[in-house]
Every structure is written in C-alpha cells, then in structure tokens.
C-alpha cells in the first residue's frame, strides 16, 4: 500500500525529478572526485607519501561510505526517500567545504570521513526512486542519465579544481564544490515529490518490511547478482585506481600541469564517461527485448575491446596520445554501469531496491574505493625503487592488465543465469 504522499508522477514530473536527482548526483561526484585533480597539491603541501594520498582517495571516504549505506538503504526502503536525499547533500556538501580547513592530513582525512557519511545516503533511494519512475524496459534508459551525474560531476572537478588550484589554491577548490550543494538541498526537500513504490511495475507495495539478513539471503541465491557484483566491482577497482592517480602519473611521466591536466582530462572522461553511461543503458534497453542476456554478453564483448588499449596507453612516451587512447577505452569500460544497477533492481521486491543497491553498491566500493586507491599507491611506492616517478604508470598498467579479462568473464557467467532469476521475482 502505498504511504501518504506518494505521488503518481506524470511525465513532465518524472523527467523534472530525474534530473534533478542527476544534478545530486553531479555535485556527488564534484565532491568526492575533486579530491583527485588536488593530490599534487596536497602532496606538496603535507609531503605524504603516495599510501597516504591513496588512503585519503580511498579507504579515509569508502570506510563509513560503503558501512553507512546498508543500514540508510533500510530507512530508504521505510522512510520518505526525497527527504532522506535533501539531508544527505546537506551533510557532504557542508563537510567537503570543511575539508577545505585543514591543518594537517589527519584533519584532511577526517573531513572525507564526513564526506563518506553524507554520501552513503544517496544512490540506494535514488536508485529506488528511478525504478519507481520508470518501467523495466525503460530503466536501463533511465539508469544512463541518472549516471551522466558522474561524467559531468568528474568533468567539472577537473577542470575548475584544476584552475581554482593551479591559480587560487587546493583549499579554495573545496569550498567552490562544497557550498552550492547545501542550497539544492533546500530545492530538492521543496520541489521533488516521493513517488509511489511498485507504480512503474505494475505490483501493489504490500508495506512488507524486510531486514539486510532477508535481502540478503535472497540475492545470494541469485548467480547473476553474485556475478554482476563481482564484475561491477572489479571495473570500480580499477575506475577508481585510474580517477584517483591519472592526474598524478600524468604530472610526473609526462610533466603536464594542474591546469593543464584538468582542463584535458576533465573534458576527456567526462565525455567518454557519458557516452558509455547513457549509449550503455540505451543500447542495453534495446537488446534486452528480444533477449536481456544479450545486453550482458555485449557488455562483456566491450570491456575486453576496451582493455585492448590499456597497453599502448600506459606505455606511450607522447602525453597527447595517451589522452587520445584513453578515450575509447573510457567509454567502452564505462558501459556496464546503468545495465547492472537496472537489473539488480529488476531482480527485487518492491521494499527490497534500496537495500539491494546499498548491498551491490557495498561490493561496488569496497573494492573500488576501497582497494583501487591504495592498491594503487602501495604499488606505486614499491615499484618507485626501480622506475622512480614512473612507478606511477606500471602500477596502473599493472591493475588494468588483471581486472580487464576478470571483469569480462563476471559479465559473461551473469548473462547465464539473469534470465532465470528475473523469472523468479514474482514467486520471492
């Protein structure tokens, strides 16, 4: 039964909230991507070493950041989803801006622990907000511009944290991304409705309430999702090892500047990005109606296409042709993202969607950004003995070469198996 207040969205009103929940979504990824275009800086200033600046990338956000999100997906799946969001933003936006007044790496640190917290309230609802606006067939459409959020969100952390850095400084960079954000706070609290769960599907929401353990035990008996996890995971490692240093190995192997990085790098992931999260869920919507396991296995086909170019991009001397090459494999790395989070939402209950993406999102960024940042400073620092500053290619290299094939071959085993559990929803 649907909950006072839950509106039946007309269509003007859903693409006003989508894009709404979008313009969220890229100040989300202002905020937590600046960081990376102002390592250089950060570095210079406090003289960490690159552990440090992975630890500050990853681990100091992801900690709270994928722990929080589970048990805030429950309120979401309870509780009124837009005011969950509106307080969330409040929370990063105000806490990135304090990042900006640190004394030292430990209160840096710190202030991206606050980050992390107000982040884990986001994507779980708005995930459950963009099922409940669109239906199955148009979902995977819906994901795609839900995710431009993160291509424009990198593209403007680039490029106007590498100028505010490069000609202000790295402080000033955070309170620029950080303030805007707790005024559409107040717009989203005033102006987004909470649409009605189960509408888009057709299904009655019973009210039925379920724990993490429920949720839980139910996707674990469904392959595709372990699958899908385990893929969209492994992409994250080695997404956020490249968001997170790519700036810095282009510093220090090819002696580019702030500016010069963010304004090249920024336009570069933020339009292959979006290209491969939009044309991704698009082109998977349009396979997926004569066979969803299709839009899998051409997903699996893209990443091993991508990964081709990994090896002439890390090992090229010339810094224009390694933005060059970084192109395709950005935008073909990048088309998984709206299919999987679509499909988990298809493989669930009503009340389940926020916690099935708090659960996928777990897997997501706790190797993401969790391991993709560290594990790619660790090496860094342990190559540096024998290549110097160019550790910083080998160690990418070095990651990009094992996640490739591994992510494929996940995509591949859930083609197998999605077509079954999404026949099995309705007997859950």
């Not at 905020?31 to 500050?56: H, M, N, S, Y």
């Not at 593209?155 to 400084?169: D, E, K, L, R, S």
Request: aromatic content about 10%; proline content about 4%.
């Amino acid at each position: 039964m649907a909950e006072s207040g839950d509106a039946i969205l007309s269509r003007s009103a859903r693409r006003y909230t989508l894009a709404l929940i979008t313009t969220v979504y890229v100040l989300n990824f202002v905020d937590r991507q600046v960081l990376a275009i102002l390592l250089p800086a950060i570095k210079t200033e406090f003289g960490v070493d690159d552990w440090v600046l992975g630890f500050l990338a990853g681990p100091a956000f992801a900690l709270f950041y994928v722990t929080l999100g589970i048990p805030i997906a429950v309120l979401a799946d309870r509780w009124n989803r837009r005011n969950l969001i509106a307080v969330s933003l409040t929370i990063w936006s105000a806490m990135t801006a304090v990042s900006g007044a640190s004394a030292n790496i430990v209160q840096l640190a710190l202030a991206r622990i606050g980050v992390g917290v107000g982040e884990a309230g986001f994507s779980p609802p708005a995930h459950s907000m963009i099922a409940d606006m669109y239906p199955p067939e148009q979902r995977s459409t819906a994901m795609g511009v839900f995710s431009l959020g993160i291509a424009l969100g990198i593209m403007i952390a680039f490029i106007g944290g590498g100028w505010v850095a490069q000609n202000i400084g790295w402080r000033e960079a955070f309170y620029v991304v950080g303030v805007p954000g707790v005024v559409l706070a107040l717009v989203f609290r005033l102006t987004v409705k909470e649409p009605q769960r189960g509408h888009s599907d057709g299904r009655s929401d019973d009210g039925r309430k379920y724990s993490i353990k429920e949720v839980g035990r139910y996707l674990l008996l469904r392959k595709s999702f372990i699958h899908l996890a385990m893929a969209a995971g492994l992409a994250s490692l080695n997404g956020y090892a490249v968001l997170s240093f790519f700036p810095s190995f282009l510093e220090r192997s090819h002696g580019l500047n702030l500016q010069e990085i963010g304004i090249y790098l920024g336009l570069i992931i933020g339009i292959s990005t979006g290209i491969g999260f939009l044309g991704g869920g698009m082109v998977a919507d349009r396979i997926a109606k004569s066979d969803r396991r299709k839009s899998l296995q051409v997903i699996s086909g893209a990443l091993l296409l991508g990964w081709l170019f990994v090896f002439p991009l890390y090992l090229s001397t010339d810094p224009y042709l390694v933005m060059a090459l970084f192109f395709i494999p950005s935008v073909l790395s990048n088309s998984y993202l709206a299919t999987t989070f679509a499909q988990v939402q298809s493989l669930v209950g009503i009340r389940m969607r926020s916690v099935a993406s708090a659960l996928l999102l777990f897997v997501v960024n706790a190797l993401g950004l969790g391991v993709g940042p560290q594990v790619a400073g660790f090496l860094s620092d342990a190559l540096s003995v024998g290549f110097a500053d160019e550790s910083l290619r080998y160690s990418l290299l070095t990651i990009a070469t094992i996640t490739g094939p591994w992510t494929a071959w996940h995509f591949l085993m859930a083609s197998r198996h999605i077509e079954g559990d999404l026949a099995r929803v309705d007997k859950a």
